[in-house]
């Protein structure tokens, strides 16, 4: 049974990569920020799940993130414009979301406030993450650009799980996974940056200023690790071990992508500061 679902989870990891390349550079901007639209959707309604809220409740905030995307589409070349300020906000609103990683205690239990908190919490990520990546895509560049945030995020989850299996002896979080470490996170970052070299170096000549790319790895690794945290804390909360089941093997699309919800707009941010 486990070499069965170690193989599922390949072959569904496997499929998520292929799927994941096709997106990101063969599909126009307009096209890919509806499919990313989309995904997020899907992530909106796992979202409902460990936010623990009721039916109607879950009904009213996949419709409202529809509508917050619609109106995205719609007024697209203004956002655009103001993207850094947005980008800036939405970083400065996940603060506190941050913040709460501190605060989580074993023995909470949901109620109204957590209720309310994961429901704003819920648009304010997902809009985040769906603008900063369709703005990154639409720059000069834009399918590389993006797939530099997405190597960054996984060299750093996969630096992390190897150096914590080897090294780790700090806990990170304890009380919200137990498993991650400090040393994880060294490993993280350092496997991040030598793969956001490589890739925008040797690889595809991108070649942005190094300081630069340095300190934007190094804040896109450290948020990215803060929203896969956030994401864990709910579950926790609702004692759930998945966001949903839509990728076997995986979990839901908020398992698989949750990092991305607060990596996105750090990156943004950073790469329209400092880099572009």
């Known amino acids: 049974e486990e070499t069965g679902m170690l193989k599922t989870r390949v072959l569904t990891a496997l499929i998520i990569f292929i799927v994941t390349l096709a997106v990101v550079f063969l599909a126009p901007p307009l096209v890919f920020r509806g499919l990313i639209a ?7 309604r796992e979202y409902g799940r460990i936010a623990d809220l009721r039916t109607g409740q879950r009904r ?35 603060l506190p979301l941050f913040f709460r990683l501190s605060r989580y205690r074993a023995d909470a239990v949901p109620d109204d406030a957590f209720r309310r908190l994961g429901f704003a ?18 720059r000069e560049n834009g399918p590389l650009v993006v797939f530099s945030l997405l190597l960054i995020i996984w060299a750093s989850d996969t ?8 090294f780790g002896r700090r806990k990170l979080a ?12 060294w490993g993280g970052i350092a496997l991040a940056l030598l793969a956001a070299w490589l890739w925008t170096g040797p690889v ?7 300081a630069a790319l340095a300190v934007t790895t190094v804040v896109t690794a450290f948020a990215s690790i803060g929203g896969d945290l956030y994401i864990s804390l709910h579950k926790r909360r609702v004692k759930l071990d998945d966001t949903g089941n839509l990728l076997p093997g995986h979990g839901g ?14 990156f943004a941010l950073a790469f329209g500061w400092l880099i572009l």
């Open 38 to 44: 989309i995904l997020l959707l899907a992530g909106c």
């Open 60 to 94: 009213a905030l996949v419709l409202l993130q529809a509508v917050v995307f619609v109106l995205f589409f719609v007024f697209w070349p203004r956002a655009s414009g103001l993207a850094l300020p947005l980008l800036a906000c939405a970083c400065l609103a996940w």
């Open 121 to 138: 919490s819920a648009l304010l990520s997902l809009t985040a993450c769906w603008f900063a990546l369709g703005w990154l895509h639409d």
């Open 159 to 166: 630096g992390a799980y190897f150096a914590g299996r080897q």
């Open 174 to 185: 304890p009380v919200i996974s137990p498993n991650k470490t400090w040393e994880g996170v």
């Open 204 to 210: 595809t000549h991108l070649n942005p200023p190094l």
């Open 253 to 266: 699309v908020l398992d698989r992508y949750d990092s991305l919800l607060s990596g996105a707009p750090f």
